[in-house]
């Protein structure tokens, strides 16, 4: 029997009251914890975490356990749900320890990034990690960064955007969507950068091999930042460039079928009709 965590989002109207229902569907034995995502434990020791609110609610819960031995169950209460696998009347429906242990475990990669002083010749720390994107830019709201951008040590190009996002399948449908960059299929390993807001010269997005090296440095005055799925940032300073790459470690999610449809998921959330039927 797996031991299950529930943590629901309390900013979102609703959560608590489903999160108690979906304790009902438990066995006492199996359900080790419930609690709202400010109070999740740090490291949650149990086989499956039910994270009931959206995207966001999930994007925190993973960054709590990545590359460990649980798995995210999402229940969508919130605006898309790319990344849950259950709307509540699913969840009610159907949650229960029985249909916990015939799911069926999808592995999504993430990303890893450092910050380089190139005062000093230390070996580069990948200290921050990102499910959906690493965004590096201008550290000031509205202005423009001139952005350089190698691939593999090889120059590519130089940005004029409001910044760069290096992004995983997973964030492909977050915030480089809102740039204009295109949906990768969720457990692909490529990488996408993707500008936003790019001004005149080079503005397309370019979808990388897994085994790329990205560096970025922004080469305009000013202040200039990097983000890690908006929840670990840093300043960045003219003597510092960020190295991008995929990382080998993972956030494992539940899904109720190997055979699950991402396409079709991903169209009904655009409000495209399933012609299939």
């Not at 995502?37 to 356990?65: M, Y």
């Not at 069926?104 to 499910?131: C, G, Q, W, Y």
């Not at 983000?227 to 510092?240: Q, V």
Request: charged residues 20%.
């Amino acid at each position: 029997m797996s031991s299950i965590g529930i943590v629901y989002n309390n900013l979102i109207e609703g959560t608590k009251k489903v999160a108690k229902d979906l304790t009902e569907k438990f066995q006492s034995a199996s359900l080790d914890f419930v609690c709202d995502l400010e109070n999740l434990p740090k490291k949650c020791d149990v086989n499956v975490l039910i994270v009931i609110g959206g995207d966001g609610t999930i994007l925190a819960a993973a960054h709590r356990v990545y590359n460990s031995e649980t798995s995210i169950l999402g229940v969508n209460m919130g605006t898309l749900g790319f990344m849950t696998e259950l709307n509540v009347k699913e969840a009610l429906s159907n949650i229960n320890d029985d249909f916990i242990e015939h799911t069926h475990i999808e592995e999504r990669r993430m990303l890893e990034a450092a910050i380089v002083d190139l005062s000093t010749e230390k070996a580069p720390n990948f200290s921050f990690l990102a499910l959906n994107e690493i965004v590096v830019g201008s550290g000031s709201v509205a202005k423009m960064a001139r952005i350089e951008v190698k691939v593999d040590d090889q120059w590519l190009t130089e940005y004029r955007s409001d910044s760069v996002i290096v992004s995983t399948a997973t964030g492909s449908t977050g915030y480089s969507l809102s740039a204009g960059g295109p949906i990768l299929y969720p457990t692909s390993s490529d990488i996408l950068l993707q500008p936003v807001a790019a001004h005149l010269g080079f503005g397309s997005g370019l979808i990388l091999p897994s085994n790329s090296l990205v560096e970025l440095k922004v080469i305009s005055n000013g202040s200039a930042a990097i983000s890690a799925d908006g929840i670990l940032t840093s300043k960045l300073t003219k003597d510092n460039k960020v190295l991008a790459k995929l990382s080998n470690k993972n956030v494992k999610f539940l899904r109720r079928s190997k055979s699950f449809n991402s396409y079709r998921n991903i169209m009904k959330f655009f409000g495209m009709n399933d012609s299939s039927n």
